[in-house]
């Protein structure tokens, strides 16, 4: 048996986030984490790649066929009209995806999105029955204030609808400074963070505290995957930077292969 199921019964999850990189050419990575996938390589780890939405369809086949599933990054709050240029969740399920990331830093700084649009976004994917992986974290200033916890909570609270399940919900923690730069906090704040995250979900959420899984996101990378992922409540990663090619993506998600229970 493995680690993760000696602790709870949260199916792990490793997910990519390609952001806005890829084109066609590069799904050749992604048939090859396919490939690994099918193989065993990420052990009973659930594998999605959220890929820019113009390569969601070109990817359905070899993903569908490997069992990897496939997510957006955004999605509008409506399921269509006069939106240029935006995608709605209906859209990218349409699409062959069955998860989308929300609330991402990179949106929520460069797009000016606020918890009650990460909420209303939140629900369009509900709506359109695609599970959402909604991002909270803190900036460097934020943690040095003292200030980590309260903003993530009220992110929490302010994100994520009270009708969100196990099912439907995914937490990713990422903290803004850990984005892209090659630093992560420390297992003991990692570990911390994801116990107060679950701890908020059940006073937000009540029942459903122990079957929602939380990720860590924010510099994950082969060389520091094995002890992110075994930090409790560290139900699986959201990978950008190391999911662009199969061999560090790879390299992270088959820690859920070597993992086993100690005792
Ligand atoms: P990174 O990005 O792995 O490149 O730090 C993580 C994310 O933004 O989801």
Request: charged share 25%; proline share 4%; glycine share 12%.
């Amino acid at each position: 048996m493995t680690e993760w199921l000696s602790r709870s019964e949260r199916r792990p999850l490793v997910a990519g986030n390609w952001k806005m990189n890829g084109l066609r050419k590069d799904l050749a990575e992604a048939d090859k984490i396919c490939a690994a996938t099918a193989a065993g390589e990420a052990g009973e780890a659930e594998v999605v790649l959220c890929l820019p939405a113009t390569l969601l369809m070109a990817a359905v086949a070899s993903c569908e066929a490997a069992g990897v599933g496939l997510g957006g990054q955004h999605c509008h709050g409506a399921p269509n009209g006069p939106f240029t240029g935006d995608v709605s969740a209906e859209m990218l399920k349409d699409a062959g995806a069955s998860y989308v990331i929300l609330g991402h830093s990179e949106r929520r700084a460069g797009h000016n999105e606020g918890n009650a649009s990460v909420r209303e976004k939140t629900r369009a994917a509900f709506r359109a029955g695609l599970t959402a992986i909604v991002c909270v974290g803190e900036t460097r200033a934020e943690r040095e204030a003292g200030d980590a916890m309260a903003i993530v909570g009220s992110q929490l609270t302010g994100s994520v609808p009270g009708e969100a399940t196990p099912e439907t919900l995914v937490i990713a923690y990422e903290p803004v400074w850990a984005i892209g730069t090659g630093l992560t906090p420390t297992l003991k704040d990692i570990a911390e963070m994801h116990r107060f995250i679950r701890e908020r979900l059940e006073a937000d959420l009540s029942g459903v505290r122990d079957r929602i899984r939380i990720l860590y996101g924010g510099s994950v990378k082969p060389s520091n995957a094995a002890e992110l992922m075994r930090v409790p409540n560290v139900d699986g990663a959201l990978v950008g930077g190391a999911s662009l090619t199969a061999r560090d993506f790879m390299g992270i998600a088959s820690v859920y292969r070597d993992l086993r229970v100690a005792s």
